[in-house]
């Protein structure tokens, strides 16, 4: 119920009173008195008069949460703020106002019921403010990331953007791209947060950036990784394997695929990593690779070939059409000739990895120099053969079909 004031706790004076509460409190907290706004004059109003905040009041209040976002106060010191400016006006208050509010007790109890009013409609315009912000922050973020994998014509508006997320682009970065085995965005999403505190435990938090785009975790990190592994490094391993090692332990997936750009400076310098490592991952799949990790200068040869097809396509009708004729088909021998060449054209060793007797091997490397007129074991022949191998691959020969005989 609403009483007359005391007639010695004149408005004046309250004020002044109100004013220099405020502004100690907010000198302790060290932020500004601004974030209290009419706070604390709610307050005295409830303890001197019993009078309960107006909405337009608590919507102000609201207004003071968004403020206190804004200004970088976490919820919980805002809350710390609102509490402690409430003690100190109480322990401050002149006696005669328990009397004017029809009481000691009945004073407090009106303005705890205020206070708790007063601090639940800050939370919640601060927690809207929060969630306004990072929203914001998110599409600031991802737009940033696409203009900078894709290489930004703006290079002066780049670096300028590159700078609040730690990023200095005139050094040099490499990037590495994971694809999860289940190519799911609830995957991606729940690998991002633990997989970026990992990499700043490692690298530290500049010249680091971690984020997904499309079906692909991105890892953007500092300066020439090869550097890694040598004694001045404590013999870590290489970044690749870290990222794949923490990935397996945070998601417990262990069919992740990481895929490496080589490392370059400059603005473009993480567009072109991004793309190598892109590119990378898209071969191993074209070349049915399942290797864990996928370093973009190891399929340079890939690269190579794969740039001129139709010179790709004759070499491939030219060399390899005659194994169709064999009974079960081209596929057992030229899975035969690329198991040969990737142990180093060791017959035992190529047996073992296609689980079949050394005498199948050879028996198989014989009928393709049958077939084709080219010796496997021969220099020149088998690096003809070798190259058409990793032609067939590129072009899904001969599932797709491609190369057709003549």
């Known amino acids: 119920m609403t009483r007359d004031p005391d007639p010695n706790f004149d408005q004046r004076g309250r004020a002044d009173w109100v004013s220099q509460v405020a502004a100690r409190t907010a000198a302790e907290a060290g932020v500004s008195v601004q974030l209290l706004g009419e706070y604390l004059q709610i307050l005295s109003d409830a303890a001197t008069e019993g009078r309960r905040p107006q909405p337009s009041q608590l919507t102000a209040l609201r207004e003071l949460g968004e403020l206190t976002a804004a200004a970088g106060v976490d919820a919980d010191q805002a809350v710390d703020l609102y509490l402690s400016a409430a003690w100190r006006l109480w322990r401050a208050m002149p006696a005669t106002v328990g009397h004017a509010a029809g009481g000691t007790k009945a004073a407090a109890e009106t303005m705890l019921r205020v206070v708790n009013e007063a601090v639940e409609v800050l939370i919640d315009g601060h927690q809207a403010a929060r969630r306004a912000m990072i929203r914001q922050e998110e599409s600031v973020r991802r737009e940033f990331i696409d203009d900078l994998l894709r290489g930004d014509a703006d290079v002066a508006r780049l670096i300028q953007r590159a700078q609040p997320f730690g990023l200095d682009l005139s050094r040099t970065h490499q990037v590495l791209l994971a694809e999860p085995g289940s190519s799911s965005a609830h995957q991606l999403d729940r690998a991002a947060s633990p997989i970026e505190r990992a990499v700043v435990d490692r690298y530290g938090d500049r010249e680091v950036l971690v984020a997904t785009k499309d079906t692909f975790l991105v890892v953007i990190l500092p300066g020439e990784p090869a550097a890694e592994g040598t004694p001045a490094n404590g013999n870590r391993p290489p970044a690749v394997e870290y990222l794949r090692n923490q990935l397996r332990r945070h998601t417990g997936d262990h069919h992740w695929q990481v ?87 060791v017959a035992t060793e190529t047996a073992r990895r296609l689980h079949v007797s050394v005498r199948t091997v050879t028996y198989r490397l014989a009928r393709i120099e049958a077939l084709t007129g080219s010796n496997p074991a021969d220099p020149v022949d088998g690096l003809a053969l070798q190259i058409a191998v990793l032609g067939a691959r590129l072009l899904d020969w001969p599932a797709s079909g491609c190369v057709a005989a003549d």
């Open 259 to 345: 895929g490496t750009g080589q490392p370059h400076q400059g603005a473009y310098g993480i567009a072109q990593s991004y793309e190598q490592a892109r590119e990378a991952l898209r071969l191993a799949r074209r070349l049915q690779l399942d290797a864990a990790t996928i370093r973009a200068a190891d399929l340079l040869l890939y690269r190579v070939i794969g740039r001129d097809q139709a010179a790709l396509v004759d070499l491939v009708h030219g060399v390899l059409t005659p194994l169709t004729r064999a009974r079960g088909g081209a596929e057992p021998l030229l899975h035969t000739l690329e198991t040969y060449y990737a142990t180093g054209a």
